[in-house]
């Protein structure tokens, strides 16, 4: 069995793996403080799982899997892979017993009793995004002493070259900043543990560039938009591209990640080398509005991305008729859902509720990430709705 372990880039590696014939498992992590904090699950916080209810306050980071990833009923593993995943934060402390677990800290004010207990028996704390990756290779060194003579590969993160703009955004607190001794950390990881293998994202990235037109925006169409409102008006905004999710990667890493199953080493192909051209700065990318429309009405999240994405390249013309357009062919994705809703507060258009129309339907037909997604899903739709009716 092949466990993957950590965040979304740990989980489309390990469906890429399945879809070429591999048992894949899947074990979504809290935080790199709370495997090496514990052996096994803590009963006391075991109880309280069972006795309050708290699995809709974990978000898929189950008890075992931040305390016992592969425990002794799983299947035995061949090969653990682990991704740089991004903490969720706040974290608890158990005072006494000094383990340390993940809950969202709403499920307290949901349960008097939670958080009875939770005043009594321990603290919250945001661990120091300067820490992570020591804290990464405490956590690794578990690993490497629950599974001696089990081959791990840990996949590195993308580098926010200047060339990745505008300003690339990571989930893991301090990516930036992280990033730059990041290399020989992991280096040292390799070195010290036993079995212990690095994937480099930006050299598998480099093969994917390549080969591609050589754009950001179609590889990582994703951005975080923060804006500025004053008095119902948008006066300010701040564009971050996403370069955590990247369209072509899981199935590169899948490649790379078959031939270490076969040589039991990391190789890399001739052209997957980090390019120069990465050290220069973004240049905004313009697409004319029938190259627009063919990406969103092709169905594919990140094609319907770059498309959206664009529209912030020139703000003084309102596209939302296009989104009209393309309303029946659009998936249901949150990153995207972000940024048509702060389109749709800059470019104020009734003719936006069309389009809420049609992705409240293929919302409530979407299932596959769980009613809570799906519910939250909805009431921002509607609420984009109600905008864009309201002035």
């Known amino acids: ?27 979504v992590l809290a935080s790199p ?9 803590p009963g006391s916080l075991a ?4 006795d309050m209810a708290l699995g809709d306050y974990l978000h898929g980071r189950e008890l075992a899997n931040q305390f016992e990833p592969i425990g002794p009923d799983d299947p035995p593993p061949s090969l653990m892979v682990l991704s740089l995943f991004h903490e969720n934060t706040p974290l608890f402390v158990h005072n006494a017993e000094k383990y340390v677990f993940f809950m969202d800290p709403r499920a307290l004010t949901d349960k008097p009793e939670l958080m009875d207990w939770a005043r009594r028996e321990c603290r919250m704390f945001e661990p120091n995004p300067a820490t992570y990756l020591r804290r990464f290779g405490e956590m690794l060194s578990r690993l490497r002493a ?20 505008p300003e690339p955004f990571s989930y893991l607190k301090g990516w930036t900043e992280l990033s730059r001794g990041a290399g020989e950390t992991l280096h040292g990881w390799s070195l010290n543990l036993p079995d212990v293998h690095i994937i480099d994202m930006d050299r598998v990235f480099g093969g994917i560039w390549s080969e591609s037109d050589k754009r950001i925006e179609g590889q990582c169409p994703f951005l975080k938009i923060t804006l500025e409102e004053a008095d119902g008006r948008v006066t300010g905004l701040h564009a971050r591209r996403d370069i955590e999710h990247i369209g072509a990667m899981p199935d590169r890493l899948a490649d790379t990640l078959t031939r270490f199953l076969e040589t039991g080493t990391v190789n890399y192909l001739e052209h997957e080398v980090i390019r120069p051209e990465w050290r220069a700065h973004w240049r905004v990318s313009r697409l004319g509005d029938e190259r627009m429309l063919e990406l969103l009405t092709s169905g594919a999240n990140y094609r319907c991305a770059e498309a959206v994405g664009a529209f912030f390249t020139d703000l003084g ?13 659009m998936p249901v994705c949150h990153m995207t859902l972000h940024m048509i809703k702060a389109y749709g507060r800059i470019q104020r258009n009734p003719a936006l509720a069309l389009w809420c129309d049609s992705h409240l339907e293929a919302a409530d037909a979407f299932t596959a ?23």
């Open 47 to 50: 109880a309280i799982h069972r």
């Open 33 to 41: 403080m709370t495997l090496p904090s514990h052996s096994g699950i």
């Open 317 to 329: 013309r309102d596209r939302t008729e296009l989104l009209v357009q393309a309303r029946r062919h």
């Open 1 to 27: 069995m092949l466990y993957f372990l950590g965040n979304c880039q740990a989980d489309f590696l390990s469906r890429a793996m399945a879809g070429r014939g591999h048992r894949c498992t899947y074990r």
């Open 369 to 391: 990430n769980g009613p809570l997604y799906q519910q939250a899903y909805i009431e921002r739709v509607a609420a984009m709705r109600a905008h864009a009716l309201s002035g």
């Open 146 to 165: 629950d599974f001696p003579a089990v081959p791990m590969v840990v996949l590195s993160r993308l580098t926010p070259h200047p060339a990745f703009g």
